[in-house]
């Protein structure tokens, strides 16, 4: 295999000098220009696997040549070099397409970091996990092909959507489409931890330094190092905890607590919510300066309501994977209920659908699924009824009491409850087990 080639564009000679000795010794040969129209033509005529430019250049805008490659070039990685602080020039450099950004003065161990991340960028089969992305719409196509755009990138990603659209789906297609695909994906859901903890569970903590720290513990950056951080629900961070995110992200460094140090850790950043950043931040529930940092680029993740084309393949996908965990053949989906799930809203997205598609599994014969087994409120009957329950509150009761009607009738037998059901006995035991009802069916 032949050596990798870096291309070094900074008319700094002291700069160009200590770049090409730690490329060397990365095994890496390198090639220096001191203004873009060089870079150009070294770019034209050689075969570069990486760049390095600084931001200022004799000829012009760091950003021209970032620009430049993106254009020419798309498969090089190219980084940009600037100046300590100057986080919004890095970011603009991120929205061209630099692949990341290294600040002055040069931290070797950042540099090389980033220098290892970019060796890989091409190593990753990207198509093999946006495949996962279920679907032939137009929206899911172009979808697809942002997605393995932003991979081979180090930018932070805002994924934006509506609750149960498939965010931390598409957070782990990102990760493993990308150059760092063989390390942590880390996801957390923010909202779900509690305020008095999340410094610790952030950045860990060391033994003794708080009531209960029985043992050092590493938190989620350390433990996504090399990898990705995926941070869910970003919108239930308390201001606080904020600014110490913040700090953690720009100064690629984190503090444990009960400790002077700090732990430089390498990461890359990707965000989601339900909510609407841009209106929190403008009630100021949400730091500008962290949404700033966090939303280089936001992806918008489309609801199923945009894309009723592919219904059909979503739904013989949930089947599967139904069918595969309860061990039982695939069931025909009528032609009515097909109907009756395109014409549906699906406030609730691709997670209602497979609640839907589980809870009619479980009231079918098996076999087939009809449209009666779907439990699709009435459209008409919603608008006119203000006090309908909850879609997923609506079936969940239905389901429950159908089950447990069936397993009292049976005066407990839950093997002829299944006969009555007219599903199999490991179809009812799956089901009491999703419904949290295993206890309760066996007190009756």
Known sequence: MEQPIALVIDDEPDICKLLEITLNRMNI????????????????????????????????????????????????????????????????????????????????????????????????????????????????????????????????????GASGTGKELVAKIIHHSGPRHDEPFIPVNCGAISPDLMESEFFGHLKGSFTGANQDKIGFFQAAHKGTLFLDEVADLPLGMQVKLLRAIQEKAVRPVGSTKEVNVDVRILCATHKNLHVLVQQNLFRQDLFYRLNVIELKVPSLKDRKSDIPLLTTHILEKIVKQNGTPLPILDEKALQALSVYDFPGNIRELENILERAFTLSDGKTIMQHDLQLPSTENEKDDKHLLPLDDYLFNIERQTILTAIEKAHGNKTLAAQNLGISFRTLRYRLKKLGLDNEANEQ
Do not use: W
């Open 29 to 160: 040969n390198t090639l220096s220009a001191h203004n873009i129209h060089d870079a150009k033509k070294i770019l034209n005529e050689q075969l570069i696997t990486l760049c390095l430019t600084d931001m200022r250049l004799p000829d012009g805008n760091g950003l021209d040549l970032v620009a430049y490659v993106q254009d020419n070039h798309p498969h090089i990685p190219i980084a940009i070099i600037t100046a300590h602080g100057n986080m919004e020039t890095a970011i603009r450099a991120l929205k061209y397409g630099a692949f990341d950004f290294i600040t002055k003065p040069i931290d070797l161990t950042n540099l090389r970091d980033i220098i290892s991340i970019a060796l890989k960028v091409n190593t990753s089969d990207s198509k093999k996990y946006v495949d996962l992305l279920i679907g032939k719409s137009a929206i899911i196509q172009d979808m697809r092909q942002n997605i393995a755009k932003l991979a081979r990138s180090q930018a932070p990603i805002y994924i934006s």
